[in-house]
């Protein structure tokens, strides 16, 4: 394919990944909206739990089945299922149907991140892949960031064509996704090798029983408790689920969803422990930055995306060069040590300036150095696992990095979020005991502007119910925005505090990455893309 075919390819192909990145985020902002309309405020977290299960578990699904039955096909069943799941999303009547329209986006999602980045490799060698990758995941970290800013946006707008203003949340994929299909239909022409194999339906059986109840107490075990018999249950499960799986696959061989051979690779094997561990870092430091955001600068939900481009730009500035210095000098090992060192950096640089009066330029500074890490990591996890598997296993192995990683930020997120949670409270209500914060307080309730002031209503009232007011925080923080200082004072300082031991755990996770990245042996990039070298091999059997 030319330069010009491949990059309209390419367009197609990152517009539906900005879908489906867009989507794991664009809903928490418009979820309290979307709750208080369908009348289902306590079952809410079941709409975000059901897409990330299907997204994630589907994934391996679709690797497997494009090695067999070819790319193309599939990404566009994919980007139709999407298409399906987002109008009928866009339509539920209660938080039920969203829940389980979400759970059939989710199915379509799985396919579109996956997907894309093997067409990449099917179409471009890897010499020059890591190029075009780093496109692919710049468009995922920033569409991951600018959800909250369109989430918010549709939320806040009564009708739009005589339709709720959340509904076209879901509903504007549907043009996107059209676009996407159309572009994909008509410049991806893949050349696909087809391989006799049965299909491993016990495999994708198993995975399932393995994957969603870890993924459903990683996302519900703070509200359940993590030592409740329910969720001892689902642990029990996913134990049983996972062994059956391996075993399942070792019977498979070849044929498996995901054959054990490949990790026999110890580059490839090697590449997915770091890509768990990196996973947990990554997503677990990230999820904090958008609620310190909010709490201790008092920025609305909407306004945090925007105030998160630090760290894109870091991320999209480090894709890019690293993406031509591996086709340029053929190394990316480089980029392990330097981007787990960066990203290490990053967070101690977190835990050594932020406290409740650090200016926002400050954190500013983190957060690019953060992006800066994220961004030499991403692209070079995939081109790694893609790179050390043949030609025939470039769909295994795109999906298995890309699974691999988004269970590692799964439990990553579920691991920090509780450690959060369960000492933000704490900290608060010692934060109350401050002699200057207490000062600080006497001073404004005595100031009849202050407490006249209809700005600090919400706070004054969290203030008057005592010290059980500290535990309103943890589910709604909006009571901070345009408060007075010394009122949110003990508030911001209990949240920084917990948020360190976040930053802290996030940075030990990174300097274990670091150590594992100069195990790493690097394979020298091939010059062939996937599809060539498949067809080759073909033909040479024949």
Same mark, same amino acid.
């Given at each position: ?392 296993? %470039? /769909?295994?192995?795109? =999906? @298995?990095? $890309?699974? &691999? ?7 990553? *997120? +579920? ?77 911001? %300082? /209990?949240?920084?505090? =917990? @948020?360190? $031991?976040? &930053? ?7 300097? *274990? +990455? ?29």
């Amino acid at each position: 394919m030319s330069p010009r075919e491949i990059w309209l390819v390419l367009v197609g192909l990152m517009s539906g990944m900005f879908l489906a990145a867009l989507d794991q985020s664009v809903v928490g902002a418009a979820m309290r909206t979307i709750a208080d309309d369908l009348d289902g405020l306590s079952v809410q977290a079941w709409a975000t739990t059901a897409y990330l299960i299907t997204s994630t578990v589907s994934t391996p699904i679709y690797g497997k089945l494009g090695d067999l039955f070819g790319r193309r096909p599939l990404f566009l069943a994919a980007i139709a299922i999407f298409i399906i799941g987002s109008v009928t999303t866009g339509f539920a009547n209660d938080m039920y149907q969203l829940a389980a329209y979400r759970a059939i986006q989710g199915l379509g999602a799985g396919g579109l991140f996956s997907l894309a980045l093997t067409i990449v490799a099917d179409i471009v060698p890897p010499r020059e892949r890591a190029r075009y990758q780093g496109m692919f995941l710049a468009v995922f970290g920033s569409s991951s960031l600018l959800g909250p800013v369109v989430g918010g946006t549709f939320a806040g707008i009564d009708q739009i064509l005589w339709i709720d203003g959340w509904r076209w949340v879901f509903l504007i994929n549907l043009p996107i996704g059209i676009a996407s299909l159309i572009m994909v239909t008509t410049f991806l022409h893949v050349p696909h090798t087809p391989k006799q194999q049965k299909i491993d339906w016990w495999g994708a059986v198993t995975i399932v029983v393995g994957v969603v109840p870890i993924l459903l107490v990683a996302e519900q075990g703070r509200e359940w408790g993590w030592g409740s018999p329910l969720s001892v249950a689902m642990y029990v499960t996913g134990v049983v689920g996972i062994v059956s799986f391996i075993l399942v696959e070792k019977r498979m061989g070849e044929s498996a969803l995901i054959p054990l051979s490949i990790f026999k690779n110890q580059t490839f094997a090697r590449t997915q422990v770091l890509g768990v561990i990196i996973g947990a870092g990554m997503f677990g430091g990230m999820i904090v930055l958008p609620l310190i955001i909010q709490i201790i600068y008092g920025i609305t939900p909407t306004m945090t995306g925007l105030m998160m481009l630090p760290m894109v730009l870091g991320m999209m500035t480090a894709t890019i060069t690293a993406g031509r210095i591996t086709s340029k000098t053929g190394k990316y090992r480089i980029f392990f040590n330097t981007g787990t060192a960066t990203l290490f950096t990053g967070y101690t640089f977190m835990v050594l300036v932020l406290a409740a009066d650090t200016p926002l330029w400050l954190l500013a500074i983190g957060m690019v150095l953060i992006g800066l890490g994220l961004g030499q990591l991403m692209q070079t996890t995939m081109v790694a696992s893609q790179n050390a598997v043949e030609a025939k296993d %470039i /769909g295994v192995a795109t =999906s @298995s990095a $890309t699974f &691999f990683r988004q269970m590692g930020g799964t439990f990553g *997120v +579920a691991i920090f979020m509780s450690i959060l949670f369960s000492q933000v409270v704490d900290k608060i209500t010692q934060a109350f005991q401050d002699t200057e914060v207490q000062a600080g307080l006497a001073e404004a309730l005595a100031n009849g502007n202050v407490t006249s002031d209809p700005a600090n209503a919400g706070i004054l009232e969290v203030l008057n119910s005592g010290p059980s007011g500290a535990n309103g925080i943890t589910s709604d923080s909006s009571f901070l925005i345009g408060a007075d200082e010394r009122l949110t004072l003990p508030f911001r %300082i /209990g949240f920084v505090e =917990s @948020s360190l $031991t976040v &930053f802290m755990l996030a940075a030990s996770f990174i300097a *274990v +990455a670091f150590v594992i990245s100069w195990f790493i042996k690097e394979i020298p990039l091939r010059q062939k893309s996937a599809s060539q070298e498949a067809a080759e091999a073909a033909a040479a059997g024949h």
